[in-house]
């Protein structure tokens, strides 16, 4: 390399090394950038007009961008539209009902009986209403505010912000649950710290969070990365980074699995479209081959979704 070109590659290096950024959850400065282009901007088809880069930390394996959201649009029902959601409760129920099993199948049903539970994220409070039947007490965290009048309204104690429940019950909740919303908080570790700060000791929480679908990301690139970042998700959160979050905040009991929610039929349209078609059915892959399909993602770590349970 001769003197010129040299001096090109530490100017460049230099300015690579300035605006590297250290990893939020584990301060590690091995950062290096996974995606840089557009990114969905809620439901499929709305795209940022910017290029948004991902940044992807060697150490704990989280993946991550700049917010590009103010936290006050969770309380619009505007966002939630902009999602493809509603407030409409029946119509709420009637898309999200279905979900209740695979939410049960995560956690088991006994943990429940004669407990004070917490939802964070409840949304129109669905999974509530099941465990209601149970649990001895319920108190749940919902920023949306035409959620939390129609859930104050069915004889729910409603708090906008975890922290804002830690005000009145520290060190009090039995089991709580939240499912797909760490991914879109400002600070991880604060979230993670309002809820040990919850749970009473000897107290469990089950946190539900999408991986980065890392088969889709390997057999797509571009065009699956641009569906799969969205601005409503900061985070995309490994096994790695979960526990670590989880450790650093205090718990002593820390386990992940990792679920396949989506069968195989829509790896083959993403494959076949490079669109997104939801639980696609095709009449040459049976139940059989869907359910092994589903069990091998999971057992190999390479599933759509992971779930956290840690302890006090």
């Given at each position: 390399?001769?003197?010129?070109s040299n001096?090109?590659y530490?100017?460049?290096?230099?300015?690579?090394n300035?605006?590297?950024?250290?990893?939020?959850?584990?301060?590690c400065?091995d950062v290096?950038?996974?995606?840089n282009?557009?990114i969905?901007?809620?439901?499929?088809?709305?795209?940022?007009?910017?290029?948004?880069?991902?940044?992807?930390?060697?150490?704990?394996d989280?993946?991550w961008?700049?917010?590009t959201?103010?936290d006050?649009l969770y309380?619009?029902?505007?966002y939630?539209?902009?999602?493809?959601?509603?407030?409409?409760?029946?119509?709420?129920?009637?898309k999200?009902?279905?979900?209740?099993?695979?939410?049960?199948?995560y956690?088991?049903?006994?943990?429940?009986?004669?407990?004070f539970?917490?939802?964070i994220?409840c949304?129109?409070?669905?999974?509530a209403?099941?465990i209601?039947?149970?649990?001895?007490?319920?108190?749940?965290?919902?920023?949306?505010?035409?959620?939390?009048?129609?859930?104050?309204?069915?004889?729910?104690?409603?708090?906008t912000?975890?922290?804002?429940a830690?005000r009145k019950?520290a060190?009090?909740v039995?089991?709580?649950t939240s499912?797909?919303?760490i991914?879109?908080?400002?600070?991880?570790?604060?979230?993670?710290?309002?809820?040990?700060n919850?749970?009473v000791?000897?107290g469990?929480?089950?946190i539900g969070?999408?991986?980065?679908?890392?088969?889709?990301?390997e057999?797509?690139?571009?065009?699956?990365?641009s569906f799969?970042?969205?601005?409503?998700?900061?985070w995309?959160f490994?096994?790695?980074?979960?526990?670590?979050?989880a450790?650093?905040?205090?718990f002593?009991e820390?386990e992940?699995t990792?679920?396949?929610?989506?069968g195989?039929?829509?790896?083959?349209?993403?494959?076949?479209?490079?669109?997104?078609?939801?639980?696609?059915q095709?009449?040459?892959v049976?139940?059989?081959l869907?359910?092994?399909?589903?069990?091998?993602?999971?057992?190999?770590?390479?599933?759509?979704?992971?779930m956290l349970?840690?302890?006090?």
């Amino acid at each position: 390399m001769n003197n010129k070109s040299n001096s090109t590659y530490e100017r460049v290096k230099t300015i690579v090394n300035k605006n590297r950024k250290a990893c939020t959850i584990c301060n590690c400065e091995d950062v290096s950038i996974t995606y840089n282009g557009k990114i969905r901007r809620g439901r499929p088809g709305l795209m940022t007009k910017a290029s948004i880069p991902v940044y992807r930390c060697a150490s704990c394996d989280c993946i991550w961008h700049e917010k590009t959201e103010d936290d006050a649009l969770y309380h619009t029902d505007e966002y939630r539209e902009s999602m493809g959601e509603t407030t409409n409760l029946e119509e709420f129920y009637e898309k999200h009902d279905d979900e209740i099993l695979a939410k049960l199948i995560y956690t088991g049903t006994s943990v429940y009986r004669n407990k004070f539970f917490m939802d964070i994220g409840c949304g129109g409070g669905g999974y509530a209403d099941y465990i209601n039947c149970v649990a001895s007490k319920i108190a749940l965290v919902e920023p949306n505010n035409t959620f939390q009048q129609l859930l104050q309204s069915n004889g729910y104690e409603v708090f906008t912000y975890p922290e804002d429940a830690c005000r009145k019950y520290a060190n009090s909740v039995e089991v709580l649950t939240s499912f797909d919303v760490i991914e879109h908080v400002d600070d991880p570790k604060s979230f993670m710290q309002s809820i040990f700060n919850l749970l009473v000791p000897g107290g469990v929480a089950f946190i539900g969070t999408p991986t980065e679908y890392p088969v889709l990301r390997e057999l797509l690139g571009d065009t699956f990365d641009s569906f799969v970042f969205s601005t409503q998700h900061p985070w995309v959160f490994s096994k790695k980074s979960l526990e670590y979050l989880a450790c650093e905040c205090g718990f002593s009991e820390i386990e992940t699995t990792f679920y396949q929610l989506f069968g195989i039929g829509n790896l083959i349209a993403w494959l076949q479209t490079n669109k997104p078609h939801g639980d696609k059915q095709y009449e040459f892959v049976t139940k059989s081959l869907d359910e092994l399909y589903k069990s091998e993602m999971a057992k190999e770590e390479t599933g759509e979704y992971i779930m956290l349970k840690v302890q006090k």
